[in-house]
């Protein structure tokens, strides 16, 4: 049995109650709210065989900083994803990749994943997380790219265009960033949009941890989006900030909170 999720994306359970929850849990994980992960716990509880809310999990572990629970949470996704729709089992082998700090195969595998479900939201933030975090000196030019080529399966969805504010807001498009932030207030998305506004202090949100940004993706020297440089400094969690030296390759610093 399967269910179909806001996006159209086909969720394999048969359990109605796990996918409620899952669906829940999902849009709690895309716009940053507290209750995902009790909400995919509720899932699994349904239905432990829920591949997709097993890699919900992974994320939000992730998101807090520990790497051993995502780990083993992308574990069990990839061990319960075997009967599920071709979709989904692209969705947990791409996430995988990232948590398992395969920075560069994660991005091949997403670029070609997207083309035939661009509407695979979860997915979709965590690669825009991960491009923001790989270490390009241009790599919130190519984060904006990367969202804008999937506008047109998006339309005026919250959590799409709440996540493209930000980015836009990144490479310094305040005027649209704020219109976009304004036309999708809500209270969901309220803690989104609201790190959209021009400021002269840019600060990484109070949930942003130092586990999260140093295990995310592959290490930052390495794992870049195709076509971009690389950042020949490694750093963790500290500023990244341009450099005045012609020999170093300048590096902006990374604001985004969680996957």
């Known amino acids: 049995m399967a269910f179909t999720d806001r996006y159209g994306l086909t969720v394999t359970t048969d359990s109605p109650v796990a996918f409620e929850r899952f669906q ?18 509720e899932a699994l509880q349904a239905d432990p065989g829920l591949a997709v809310a097993h890699a919900g999990v992974a994320l939000m572990a992730l998101g807090q900083g520990d790497a051993a629970t995502a780990r083993d ?10 009967g599920a729709t071709r979709r989904e089992r692209q969705h947990v082998e791409v996430l995988s990749a ?9 991005f091949a595998l997403a670029d070609e994943h ?14 825009s997380s991960a491009i923001a975090l790989a270490g390009a000196s241009d790599r919130e030019e190519h984060r904006v790219a990367f969202m804008e080529r999937l506008a047109p399966a998006y339309g005026d969805d919250w959590w799409y265009q709440s996540a ?5 807001h990144e490479v310094d498009r305040f005027e649209e960033s704020r219109r976009l932030s304004e036309a999708t207030r809500t209270p969901r998305t309220t803690w989104l949009t609201s790190r959209s506004r021009p400021s002269t202090s840019r ?12 295990t995310i993706g592959a290490p930052r020297s390495t794992a870049t ?6 950042c020949s400094r490694s750093t963790s969690a500290a500023t990244r900030r341009p450099s005045t030296s012609s020999s170093a390759t300048s590096c902006a610093r990374a604001t985004r909170a969680r996957p």
Do not use: H
């Open 24 to 41: 829940q849990g999902m849009d709690d994980l895309l716009a940053y709210g507290p209750a995902g992960e009790e909400r995919m716990a």
């Open 73 to 82: 949470a992308m574990a069990r996704a990839r061990e319960t994803v075997g």
């Open 98 to 106: 990232f948590v398992g700090g395969e920075g560069a195969r994660g």
């Open 114 to 127: 997207v083309k035939d479900f661009p509407r695979d939201a979860v997915l979709v933030n965590q690669v």
């Open 164 to 168: 493209l504010a930000f980015t836009y």
């Open 203 to 214: 600060r990484a949100p109070p949930s942003s941890t130092t586990g999260w940004r140093a």
């Open 225 to 230: 989006w195709p076509g971009t440089r690389r």
